[in-house]
Nanobody
Framework: QVQLVESGGGLVQAGGSLRLSCAAS????????MGWFRQAPGKEREFVAAINWSGETTYYADSVKGRFTISRDNAKSTVYLQMNSLKPEDTAVYYC???????????????WGQGTQVTVSS
């Protein structure tokens, strides 16, 4: 079992920045690839970014490429999502997830956090 707790969400104006954190506990953090997903009201949960166990390989959704950066600190068992140039359409609940490989499908991740709200005002 892996327990994941997100933090860092909040209200920000368009063009601003936020950094989300996801702290993991339980089984060995380094064994897992990590992903960030988001879900806006009335929409399906969607892939945002993923990172492999070492941090050397990352993947991004086209909608956030160039604006968001995923990273991890294995010594702290934490994964981050740096979000810059935020847009109102980035408003959603953001979830971190742990899985065996850094893929884009929800079904590839076995463990999920409770989510943190990000609201971007125009």
């Amino acid at each position: 079992q892996v327990q994941l707790v997100e933090s860092g969400g909040g209200l920000v104006q368009a063009g601003g920045s936020l950094r989300l954190s996801c702290a993991a506990s339980g089984r060995t953090f380094v064994a897992y690839a990590m992903g960030w997903f988001r879900q806006a009201p009335g929409k399906e949960r969607e892939f945002v970014a993923a990172i492999n166990w070492s941090g050397e390989t990352t993947y991004y959704a086209d909608s956030v490429k160039g604006r968001f950066t995923i990273s991890r600190d294995n010594a702290k068992s934490t994964v981050y999502l740096q979000m810059n140039s935020l847009k109102p359409e980035d408003t959603a609940v953001y979830y971190c997830a742990a899985g065996s490989s850094p893929r884009v499908r929800i079904s590839d991740y076995a463990y999920w956090g409770q989510g943190t709200q990000v609201t971007v005002s125009s």
